[in-house]
């Protein structure tokens, strides 16, 4: 679909005449407030920080995946309760919608979108809404609707009104062209899944906001995040999720990776905070919009082995699904993420024994309360 959608005359025009090969805009011509969609506007393309403003009013797409519901709990914790919407096109369990505002939100409904970031004031949006690496493969359209229109819906709506956006990006956003040993922040990018494609999008796409519009456009590619409290969605690392939840429900595990598939992992404690310290550092900090991050890299064997020092009677048996195994390959082994922790200070705090610890703890806690019910 175009990409700009209900351009006014006016519009037109100004494309036309700075559009043909100039400079950039510069500071003073962004206080025109171009937006894809409108030419006129009252917002200010750059979003306020915390010295400025009392605390962000955060609206989380797709938020009763993997990460949303635990970063809206952390902002939640950090800003207040009603400060953070989670948004999503399903209904939500009841310990959701009771632990603080959710409101239904389709990104590929612009309008409805729009209207929940100026009824509510939003000044930051996580975009989460997205199909993952597996899930995409299988239905594409639906990956490409969701993953790119959804992305420019979300993009216009943040330039339009002035919001600070985070989406994230991923070890897919990388091909087999691209160095597998620790893989640069920059470097070639020649992904061959639709998800990978439609995260190297997203990321290009927001620079291009950012320098032609002035949207404080923030990115983080996420390695495997390893999570306790939700169950698997698609993604070619969820065999590291499913791995725990297998050991302490039935003590039997079916991987569907090749035992010394070598990939980047991170536990969500990590992520979430990672993700909250990239939306608050102040803009001057970034060198770069898209950062790569990293804590620890492991095959299925490793982890097996680790989690057989909690659980000996553990089985490990495989069963190679091509598709999965053919993304893996096709993936990094290893991240590089020195400019993260030059720039804004990242650090991750659990390596594969305190994530097994952690995430087997959990899941027992959790069984034998469900067992208990």
Known sequence: MPFVRAVTKATGQVLLTTGCGCE???????????SPRQVMSDASFHSVSFSEADHPKVLITGGLGQLGVGLAKLLRKRFGKNNVILSDIRKPPNHVYHS??????DVLDYKNLREIVVNNRITWIVHYSALLSAVGEANVTLARDVNITGLHNVLDVAA?????????????AFGPTSPRDSTPDLCIQRPRTIYGVSKVHAELMGEYYHHRYGLDFRCLRYPGIISAD???GGGTTDYAVQMFHDAVKTGKFVCNLKPDTRLPMMFIDDCLRATLEVMDIPAEMLTMRTYNINAMSFSPEELACEVQKHMPDLQITYDIDPVRQAIADSWPKKFEDNNARKDWGWKHEYNLPELVQAMLNFISLDSRAANAN
């Open 160 to 172: 339009e009104h002035g919001v600070r956006l985070f989406i994230p990006s991923t070890i897919g």
């Open 24 to 34: 950039p805009f510069s500071a003073s011509a962004r206080s025109i407030s171009i």
């Open 230 to 232: 939700s169950q698997p």
């Open 100 to 105: 603080g505002p959710f409101m239904y939100s």
